[in-house]
């Protein structure tokens, strides 16, 4: 199929739609590795999914697409990122659900035009530091790792919603209510005791939806800390926004 007049070029394997003009058929990037053919189009192509190909290593090439803004790689078996995938400078979107990954690269804040971020399903164990010096990041989906705890260096995140549903957290970092952007905060089905959950959320946050479902403890119980009718009235505020 030819491009559509005015749509970025975009390349993907298994259920091809849209390759400039050089169509391939679905599947044909099956394996272990992503295929080195595919850096010649490495100057144009704006939009990438490479998910459902039991890709196990990305090679350094990756770092060649220079307009790439937005990259899939959702249930393959990767277990680290090369540091050339943080050579992406205009890359807005990341999705990396369902691989193993443990850890982020090093350089992995260099990806400043980042806004949303799809690491569920991996086996991380703490909240990658290198998040917060993300400062265009708008959704980071960090849910169904193996996280136990969020650091003291969540209160520099940038991002607008963080979804930390089906962890192992049980402590949370009162930081956590310094995030400046921070709206949504997603922690159902983690290991919280009410006691761990600092009252800062409720009180001097700027979040305004909190799903905590799943815990350690009731969520009337919730109701009866002080500083919850500020967070309703945040809640509340932002719920006639949407009506």
Do not use: W
């Not at 917060?132 to 969020?150: A, G, T, Y």
């Amino acid at each position: 199929m030819c491009p559509v007049e005015g749509r970025s070029p975009c390349f993907r394997f298994r259920g091809l739609r849209l390759l400039g003009e050089f169509p391939l058929p679905a599947g044909a990037g099956a394996g272990t590795r992503v295929p080195e053919d595919l850096q010649k189009l490495a100057s144009n192509l704006r939009t990438i999914d490479l998910s459902n190909n039991k890709i196990e290593i990305l090679p350094p090439l990756m770092g060649r697409f220079s307009v790439l803004k937005s990259l899939a790689l959702n249930n393959n078996k990767l277990t680290a990122l090369p540091e050339e995938l943080c050579k992406l400078k205009k890359l807005e979107t990341l999705h990396l659900n369902g691989n193993h990954l443990t850890q982020l690269p090093a350089t992995f804040g260099q990806l400043l035009a980042l806004k949303t971020l799809s690491l569920s399903g991996n086996q991380l164990r703490t909240v990658p530091t290198q998040l917060c010096s993300l400062r265009h990041l708008d959704v980071v989906d960090l849910s169904r790792n193996q996280i136990q705890s969020v650091p003291d260096t969540v209160g520099d995140l940038q991002a607008i919603e963080l979804n930390l549903n089906q962890n192992q957290i049980s402590q949370i970092s009162v930081q956590i209510s310094h995030c400046p952007r921070l709206k949504v905060l997603r922690l159902e089905e983690n290991c919280l005791d009410l006691s761990m959950l600092p009252q800062s959320i409720l009180s001097d946050s700027q979040i305004s939806l909190l799903a905590v479902e799943g815990n350690l403890f009731e969520i009337k119980k919730l109701r009866e800390l002080e500083g919850y009718d500020k967070y309703m009235e945040r809640f509340t505020a932002t719920k006639k926004k949407f009506t």
